[in-house]
């Protein structure tokens, strides 16, 4: 126990990308409202989570920032993402929405910026001038971007001025991401993967997932983040609303798949379900 209350814990692995020093897997924050927010990013926090993804668009950012400062950990060992919609990428809009969400999260930076979806009717040269803009105002140490496809990431790379080191995508083994995977590589990006349960869905009771997890006497869950880690440079951010399953969530460095094991659960990739696909979505790249 350290002088803060906070257990200490081996550090989580990282995952590095143009400076940034992402832990290998995060919190999602989606929906976790009110006290009960507050309360289990506080507890996601005291866990030994050190990655916390939110977005304007969530409405969490305040619950967010409550729960950080009542967790007792140091500002520097956390690694806070938001994200600006993709109504606002205008640059004015932009900066509003960035000075805005450190408002909320009454923090003085966050350490990952992304832009939340692109949009073909703002120019993206003006968003990715903007993105720059927020980086060397210091209002984020570190930029990217989310729901980029192969060639609008590759646009977004040559219009950025400044480096960027993540494209934040749905990844799960029922969905095919092996071009953006190989994109993002081939630019130095690292890849968060959002959705690693399809937001709970069927993933969890696939029985090839489900043999796994029996013969490892681990749970589905734990299958699913270690397949997604052992991606290279690839990293989840499950959500879950329950402490013992962010302690499970975490738990997921103390053994390695096979390649055999590995094979078996990409090849459940022939599925190609894929879970977030809103009006304001991009044609995604095909298989
Ligand atoms: N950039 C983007 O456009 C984008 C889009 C979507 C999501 N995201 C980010 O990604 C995060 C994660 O995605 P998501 O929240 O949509 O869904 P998810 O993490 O795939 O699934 C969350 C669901 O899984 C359950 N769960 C969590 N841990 C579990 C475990 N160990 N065993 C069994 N069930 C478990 C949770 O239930 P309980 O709460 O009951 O545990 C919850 O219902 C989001 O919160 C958000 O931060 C980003």
Redesign the pocket.
């Given at each position: 126990m350290n002088d803060t209350g906070v257990l200490a814990r081996p550090a989580l692995p990282r995952l590095y990308a143009h400076g940034a020093a992402i832990p290998a897997v995060g919190f999602?924050?989606?929906d976790l409202k009110g006290d009960a927010g507050r309360e289990i990013v506080a507890t996601a926090l005291r866990l030994g989570h050190r990655h916390i993804?939110?977005?304007r668009k969530?409405g969490t950012e305040v619950e967010v920032g409550d729960g950080i400062r009542a967790s007792g950990v140091p500002r520097e060992e956390i690694f806070l993402t938001t994200?600006v919609s993709h109504e606002n990428l205008r640059a004015a809009d932009f900066a509003r929405s960035v000075e805005g969400s450190l408002k909320d999260l009454r923090v003085d930076y966050v350490d990952l910026l992304?832009v939340?979806?692109p949009n073909p009717q703002i120019p993206l040269a003006e968003t990715m001038q903007a993105l720059a803009t927020a980086k060397r105002r210091g209002l984020t140490r570190h930029i990217g971007v989310?729901?980029f496809t192969t060639a609008l990431l590759a646009e977004a790379v040559r219009l950025c001025p400044e480096p960027l080191a993540v494209n934040?995508v749905?990844f799960h083994p029922y969905l095919d991401q092996r071009k953006l995977h190989a994109a993002c590589r081939r630019h130095g990006m690292v890849l968060i993967g959002?959705?690693?349960?399809?937001?709970?869905g069927d993933i969890?009771d696939d029985p090839v997932i489900g043999e796994i997890a029996a013969a490892r006497s681990r749970?589905p869950?734990?299958i699913i983040l270690r397949w997604i880690t052992q991606n290279e440079g690839v990293a989840p951010?499950?959500?879950?609303?329950?402490p013992e399953?962010l302690r499970?969530?975490l738990a997921i460095f103390d053994f390695t798949l096979t390649d055999e094991e590995f094979e078996r659960i990409g090849a459940l990739r022939a599925k190609n379900r894929r879970?977030?696909n809103p009006p304001h979505a991009p044609v995604w790249d095909t298989p």
């Open positions: 999602g924050t989606t993804d939110t977005a969530y994200k992304l939340h979806w989310a729901n934040e749905e959002y959705c690693p349960f399809m937001r709970g969890l749970t869950a734990q951010i499950p959500k879950s609303t329950r399953r499970e969530n879970r977030a």
